[in-house]
C-alpha cells in the first residue's frame, strides 16, 4: 500500500488541529490502530467494504512502525476508549484516508460534517471509483437498488446503492424517496423533515428526485423492505436522470 496517493490540491481539506501524535505498533482491525503508547485511534471519515475488511486491514500494516500526527475536530474518545481522528504520515500532506479512498480501499463515510473535509474524501473516492481501483473493480460493491434481496445481505452494516428513484413520499415528519413500487418489500431511503433544509441548501431536492438516478450510503436497516437512513448530506447523490 502507498500513501501519498492523493492529489496534493485535495490535501488541505481535512487539516483539523493537531490532537497529539504517535508510532503505529498494530493494526487492531480495519478501522483502528494502536499506537507504542498504547492509545488506540478509530480512522474517522471512512467505511470498510462489506465482506473486505481484511483487505483494509493488510493494507494498514504499512503503517506499523510509522511516526504518525493525529488532527481531529473533537478530542474526546468513544465508548470504547478510541480516538476518532484524521492519521497524517511525516512527509505527507494528505491524510492517510484520502490515500485509502483514492486507492479504493475504503469507501467514504458521508458522516464529516466539515465541507473542505468531505469533498476532500468524496474527490478521493470518486477517483478511485471511476478508475474502478481497489474494491471498486468488484460491481457487487454498489448495491442495485433494484434488488432489495442483495441489499438485505448488508443489513447491519454500511453500504452504497443506487438505482432509479420511482416516488417520493411524506408520512408524518419522514420522507421516503422509494426505490420500487412496494414499500413494505422494496428499497428505499428515509429522510427526517428536519434534514430537507440541508439538502436544499446543498442542491439536492428530495421532492424533484423522482425519475433520477440517485446514490445513497449508510447502514441497512431492515424494516420490511431494506432502508437506508439519510442522516448527513453526502450520503445522498443525484448521479443521472
Same mark, same amino acid.
Given at each position: 500500500?502507498?500513501?501519498?496517493?492523493?492529489?496534493?490540491?485535495?490535501?488541505?481539506?481535512?487539516?483539523?488541529?493537531? #490532537? =497529539?501524535?504517535?508510532?503505529? +505498533? &498494530?493494526? *487492531? $482491525?480495519?478501522?483502528?490502530?494502536?499506537? !507504542?503508547?498504547?492509545?488506540?485511534?478509530?480512522?474517522?471519515?471512512?467505511?470498510?467494504?462489506?465482506?473486505?475488511?481484511?483487505?483494509?486491514?493488510?493494507?494498514?500494516?504499512?503503517?506499523?512502525?510509522?511516526?504518525?500526527?493525529?488532527?481531529?475536530?473533537?478530542?474526546?474518545?468513544?465508548?470504547?476508549?478510541?480516538?476518532?481522528?484524521?492519521?497524517?504520515?511525516?512527509?505527507?500532506?494528505?491524510?492517510?484516508?484520502?490515500?485509502?479512498?483514492? #486507492? =479504493?480501499?475504503?469507501?467514504? +463515510? &458521508?458522516? *464529516? $460534517?466539515?465541507?473542505?473535509?468531505?469533498? !476532500?474524501?468524496?474527490?478521493?473516492?470518486?477517483?478511485?471509483?471511476?478508475?474502478?481501483?481497489?474494491?471498486?473493480?468488484?460491481?457487487?460493491?454498489?448495491?442495485?437498488?433494484?434488488?432489495?434481496?442483495?441489499?438485505?445481505?448488508?443489513?447491519?452494516?454500511?453500504?452504497?446503492?443506487?438505482?432509479?428513484?420511482?416516488?417520493?413520499?411524506?408520512?408524518?415528519?419522514?420522507?421516503?424517496?422509494?426505490?420500487?413500487?412496494?414499500?413494505?418489500?422494496?428499497?428505499?431511503?428515509?429522510?427526517?423533515?428536519?434534514?430537507?433544509?440541508?439538502?436544499?441548501?446543498?442542491?439536492?431536492?428530495?421532492?424533484?428526485?423522482?425519475?433520477?438516478?440517485?446514490?445513497?450510503?449508510?447502514?441497512?436497516?431492515?424494516?420490511?423492505?431494506?432502508?437506508?437512513?439519510?442522516?448527513?448530506?453526502?450520503?445522498?447523490?443525484?448521479?443521472?436522470?
Amino acid at each position: 500500500m502507498w500513501f501519498g496517493a492523493a492529489a496534493p490540491s485535495l490535501a488541505a481539506g481535512c487539516q483539523f488541529d493537531i #490532537q =497529539g501524535e504517535g508510532v503505529v +505498533s &498494530a493494526v *487492531v $482491525d480495519a478501522r483502528t490502530l494502536r499506537l !507504542e503508547d498504547g492509545r488506540e485511534v478509530r480512522l474517522a471519515g471512512v467505511e470498510v467494504v462489506a465482506g473486505e475488511p481484511e483487505d483494509l486491514k493488510s493494507a494498514l500494516t504499512a503503517l506499523v512502525g510509522r511516526h504518525v500526527t493525529l488532527r481531529g475536530d473533537r478530542d474526546e474518545p468513544d465508548r470504547y476508549g478510541r480516538q476518532s481522528v484524521f492519521l497524517y504520515l511525516e512527509s505527507s500532506t494528505s491524510s492517510v484516508q484520502s490515500d485509502l479512498l483514492a #486507492q =479504493g480501499q475504503a469507501i467514504a +463515510s &458521508a458522516d *464529516v $460534517d466539515d465541507k473542505a473535509c468531505a469533498t !476532500e474524501l468524496a474527490t478521493a473516492e470518486a477517483a478511485a471509483r471511476q478508475a474502478r481501483r481497489g474494491t471498486w473493480a468488484n460491481s457487487s460493491v454498489v448495491k442495485n437498488a433494484e434488488n432489495p434481496a442483495d441489499i438485505l445481505t448488508r443489513a447491519g452494516q454500511f453500504a452504497v446503492v443506487q438505482g432509479k428513484v420511482m416516488s417520493v413520499r411524506q408520512a408524518g415528519g419522514t420522507v421516503y424517496v422509494n426505490f420500487g413500487r412496494r414499500w413494505t418489500r422494496d428499497f428505499a431511503a428515509t429522510i427526517s423533515r428536519r434534514m430537507i433544509p440541508y439538502l436544499e441548501a446543498a442542491g439536492i431536492i428530495p421532492a424533484s428526485l423522482e425519475n433520477h438516478r440517485v446514490r445513497v450510503r449508510g447502514w441497512v436497516e431492515r424494516r420490511g423492505g431494506p432502508r437506508i437512513n439519510v442522516l448527513r448530506v453526502g450520503q445522498i447523490e443525484v448521479i443521472g436522470d
